[in-house]
């Protein structure tokens, strides 16, 4: 079945969609983004993700597209034209189209794209192996709390990582201290089962899965520390793993030529991506409006 595209206000095949050759999302990279995970028929986190989209447009001074629940209704109508029950939703707003010039245009309409893409299920080898992790400067800006869609840095890491046979880039500032992942946010467990993760602030985006984790970890009596943690206190983890929309909780085995504890998946990482998966199970079908 041929995808279908939301593009200011029509829907497209994906294959003839299209934005203005001077959108200034494809000129300065002046927009942001969120992708909502959907399984089993459920948009996860639904309502976070679009208030954090509505805060990334605001610390851009970029006005909403339409009213929250009007961009709601477009979703599942994106999703349903797609047929889409396990996916990724994108949803992309720039400043819109106008003539180039830095600063900002007067009078325009904000644009925003739409478009579904059906995914396999979390694999379950992920799970029971574990992932590598390759460390890598963070050399991107000093916003890294808007999910803006200037990704270029993140994309630089990833194929980093990609060249090494790692799965993942963990990024770390000019203290050693490991920020977060190139398209994840970074956790480490201490042996006395802490929980640790980068506080949020302007260095790391606020993760929607990483809120989940701490809910849903002091659901299952542990302890979350939202401090730095150094790329050493990482190697000599009991566990890590890593953790987004898509990826849920990843397990993560290995960190640059360090073995994490013996090499194997952590029963704390284990039973947290097992809660989680829980909790998506737990969610409103796509069906529903309900806040």
């Given at each position: 079945?041929?995808?279908?595209?939301?593009?200011?206000?029509?829907?497209?095949?994906?294959?003839?969609?299209?934005?203005?050759?001077?959108?200034?999302?494809?000129?300065?990279?002046?927009?942001?983004?969120?992708?909502?995970?959907?399984?089993?028929?459920r948009l996860i986190?639904?309502?976070?993700?679009?208030?954090?989209?509505?805060?990334?447009?605001?610390?851009?001074?970029?006005?909403?597209?339409?009213?929250?629940?009007?961009?709601?209704?477009?979703?599942?109508?994106?999703?349903?034209?797609?047929?889409?029950?396990?996916?990724?939703?994108?949803?992309?707003?720039?400043?819109?189209?106008?003539?180039?010039?830095?600063?900002?245009?007067?009078?325009?309409?904000?644009?925003?794209?739409?478009?579904?893409?059906?995914?396999?299920?979390?694999?379950?080898?992920?799970?029971?192996?574990?992932?590598?992790?390759?460390?890598?400067?963070?050399?991107?800006?000093?916003?890294?709390?808007?999910?803006?869609?200037?990704?270029?840095?993140?994309?630089?890491?990833?194929?980093?990582?990609?060249?090494?046979?790692?799965?993942?880039?963990?990024?770390v500032d000019e203290?050693?201290?490991?920020?977060?992942?190139?398209?994840?946010?970074?956790?480490?467990?201490?042996?006395?089962?802490?929980?640790?993760?980068?506080p949020t602030g302007?260095?790391?985006?606020?993760?929607?899965?990483?809120?989940?984790?701490?809910?849903?970890?002091?659901?299952?009596?542990?302890?979350?520390?939202?401090?730095?943690?150094?790329?050493?206190?990482?190697?000599?983890?009991?566990?890590?793993?890593?953790?987004?929309?898509?990826?849920?909780?990843?397990?993560?085995?290995?960190?640059?030529?360090?073995?994490?504890?013996?090499?194997?998946?952590?029963?704390?990482?284990?039973?947290?991506?097992?809660?989680?998966?829980?909790?998506?199970?737990?969610?409103?079908?796509?069906?529903?409006?309900?806040?």
């Open positions: 079945m041929p995808r279908i595209a939301y593009v200011n206000g029509a829907y497209i095949p994906h294959r003839y969609a299209s934005v203005h050759i001077e959108d200034r999302g494809y000129q300065f990279s002046d927009g942001a983004y969120e992708v909502v995970n959907t399984y089993r028929g986190d639904e309502l976070r993700h679009l208030q954090r989209l509505d805060r990334s447009l605001s610390e851009l001074s970029i006005a909403s597209p339409m009213a929250q629940q009007a961009m709601r209704l477009v979703m599942r109508e994106v999703v349903r034209r797609n047929r889409m029950t396990t996916g990724l939703l994108y949803i992309q707003v720039t400043r819109g189209v106008a003539p180039r010039d830095h600063k900002f245009p007067r009078s325009i309409k904000p644009a925003m794209v739409m478009t579904a893409r059906s995914i396999p299920e979390f694999p379950q080898e992920m799970v029971d192996d574990g992932v590598k992790i390759l460390t890598i400067a963070d050399i991107r800006w000093a916003r890294c709390d808007i999910k803006s869609v200037a990704l270029l840095p993140n994309i630089l890491a990833k194929q980093a990582a990609a060249e090494t046979g790692a799965y993942e880039a963990w990024l203290c050693d201290y490991v920020t977060e992942g190139s398209s994840s946010n970074a956790w480490i467990v201490t042996v006395d089962n802490i929980l640790v993760t980068q302007r260095r790391i985006l606020a993760g929607i899965t990483r809120q989940a984790i701490i809910s849903l970890a002091g659901e299952l009596g542990y302890t979350v520390e939202e401090r730095p943690f150094t790329v050493t206190e990482a190697y000599q983890a009991k566990e890590a793993f890593m953790s987004n929309s898509s990826h849920f909780v990843t397990p993560v085995t290995q960190i640059d030529d360090a073995v994490i504890a013996n090499g194997k998946p952590g029963n704390l990482t284990i039973e947290l991506h097992q809660r989680y998966v829980r909790f998506m199970e737990e969610s409103a079908p796509i069906d529903s409006l309900m806040g």
